[in-house]
T-cell receptor
């Protein structure tokens, strides 16, 4: 009963280094999302993938790239990390795309989060 | 100004009290989520609603689409309800900053 699995849970980077956050879901969900959570600001959508083969920018996409590798996996890459990218990152999935019509299939399932610190 | 505003930001209650957390939004929505973030950081979805009211155990969520307002109520609060509660609007995927609830025994 894994749900949404994110790795790594913790990472410390130096400015300019690159890294990839991995996310996988085993619920046969179509849509996947990457969010960042900063104190006092709430969750903000970085990128999402409404279905396999598609990706779209969210509210704060600058400095990030994503890959929807297959239906299960959605990775987030920081090519050149900056201190402003210090945050907690959450991956989530839903059966259907939450940016469209609402239905019971829009319920989001979140991963446990990845805490990234950029020095 | 955040398009999704929650109040209060922080809330401390005694065990057994009735809790209300409010969410107001300025964007047009098709539905709204209420999420719970545990002290350890994990986030779970409590409700998704587009009209009226939903109830799950001691939790009740209401929404008024015309007034662009939703409330989350907790009856007979318990220390295990201590968490951050977040509302999020479907469609625009905007999240409130969260309400930190502490329930004291």
């Amino acid at each position: 009963n894994a749900g949404v699995t994110q790795t790594p849970k913790f990472q410390v980077l130096k400015t300019g280094q690159s890294m990839t956050l991995q996310c996988a879901q085993d619920m046969n969900h179509n849509s996947m999302y990457w969010y960042r959570q900063d104190p006092g600001m709430g969750l903000r959508l970085i990128y999402y993938s409404a279905s396999e083969g598609t990706t779209d920018k969210g509210e704060v996409p600058n400095g990030y790239n994503v890959s929807r590798l297959n239906k299960r996996e959605f990775s987030l890459r920081l090519e050149s990390a900056a201190p402003s990218q210090t945050s907690v990152y959450f991956c989530a999935s839903s059966k259907q795309d939450v940016t469209g019509q609402s239905s019971g299939a829009n319920v989001l399932t979140f991963g446990a989060g990845s805490r990234l610190t950029v020095l | 100004k955040n398009e999704v505003e929650q109040s209060p930001q922080n809330l401390t209650a005694q065990e057994g009290e009735f809790i209300t957390i409010n969410c107001s939004y300025s964007v047009g929505i098709s539905a709204l989520h209420w999420l719970q973030q545990h002290p350890g950081g994990g986030i779970v979805s409590l409700f998704m609603l587009s009209s009226g009211k939903k109830k799950h155990g001691r939790l009740i969520a209401t929404i008024n689409i015309q007034e662009k307002h939703s409330s989350l109520h907790i009856t007979a609060s318990h220390p295990r309800d201590s968490a951050v509660y977040i509302c999020a609007v479907i469609g625009d995927m905007r999240f409130g900053a969260g309400t930190r609830l502490t329930v004291k025994p």
